[in-house]
């Protein structure tokens, strides 16, 4: 089957700047697809050409088996789009949202209505229907706009930064609306700088970093292609005794970084490598032993950790 996106040399630039640079990815039928990098790596700017609000500057798109230079208002009439920003009418209802959302897609209000119940009930709002907007919960607005973007019953969901400056708890609730749509095999594309979501929610992703993709895979396959079974991350007092305790920690495993905060060391086995930084006279203020994870994987691929900018 020919994939729902595919892009080739996929270029996008603002004047001088390169924000996408040549990338080649495919998003097949019912897969759950990712971007994952830090802020700037040109996530947005692919998602905005893929929902056909950006023009592409050089390469190849295809979305839904068209050409969105060409097919743009049939392609969005296909699409469920969850905005980095929320931008939901705040002086409305709830209801309201669903309301007039749906009537943008030319369908009949018993269809709508019937379809805006099934959707509250989803996101767990029934009982805010009536509620406006405005005031209610970041965590809140997020499933409303996931609820919207479903209005239409698209073949395609990108989620921009979906969960964004939620607390855990309602990024949380976020991510199980999310997983119950992957289990009913609804494709989606979502771009995000949270490594943990990526893992939760993404049968395949592509790592960017700095406009271009540095790895693609699931994320156990990409934990297992480029980073060590598990980390010894190492805390001290300050950074006097960090940088002097850096001679002694390497060859301890089989790779040592120095990041502002802490001393990452690289191993297959943690507790040995515990014991031995013991054994060598370092001692941490604090050890911490954990599974290597995507972060890991954009560390060892970009030396560079997904915070930084």
């Excluded at 802020?39 to 947005?44: E, Q």
């Excluded at 050089?58 to 049939?74: K, Y």
């Excluded at 239409?152 to 921009?160: A, Q, T």
């Amino acid at each position: 089957m020919a994939p729902l996106v595919e892009g080739r040399h996929l270029t996008k630039r603002f004047g001088e700047r390169i924000a996408v640079d040549a990338i080649d990815f495919r998003v097949e039928a019912g897969e759950a697809f990712g971007f994952l990098g830090p802020n700037g790596a040109g996530k947005t700017s692919t998602m905005r050409m893929i929902g056909c609000v950006s023009p592409s500057t050089e390469g190849d798109l295809s979305v839904l088996g068209m050409d969105p230079r060409v097919d743009g208002a049939r392609i969005r009439a296909r699409l469920g789009v969850v905005p980095q920003e929320d931008n939901l009418d705040t002086e409305l209802t709830v209801w309201e949202n669903l309301l007039i959302y749906g009537r943008y897609f030319d369908l009949p209000r018993a269809e709508i209505r019937a379809r805006a119940e099934e959707l509250l009930d989803f996101v767990q709002l029934s009982e805010r229907r009536d509620d406006r907007v405005d005031p209610l919960s970041g965590g809140m607005k997020r499933r409303l706009a996931i609820a919207r973007a479903l209005v239409n019953k698209p073949d395609l969901i990108l989620l921009d930064e979906p969960t964004t400056g939620l607390d855990p708890q309602a990024r949380h609730l976020v991510w199980d609306r999310l997983y119950r749509l992957k289990r009913e095999g609804v494709t989606f594309i979502l771009t995000t700088h949270y490594m943990d979501e990526a893992e939760q929610l993404c049968d395949r992703l592509v790592i960017m970093d700095r406009a271009r993709i540095v790895a693609e895979g699931s994320p156990r396959e990409l934990i297992e292609r480029y980073a060590t079974r598990e980390v010894v991350e190492l805390r001290f007092a300050d950074h006097v005794e960090q940088d002097a305790a850096l001679p002694r920690l390497a060859g301890t495993g089989d790779r040592v970084e120095d990041l502002a905060d802490r001393v990452l060391v690289y191993t297959a086995d943690g507790e040995a490598t515990t014991a031995a930084i013991h054994g060598d006279g370092v001692v941490p203020e604090s050890v911490l032993v954990r599974r290597s994870s995507l972060e890991d994987v954009f560390l060892l691929l970009t030396g560079r950790t997904l915070e930084e900018d």
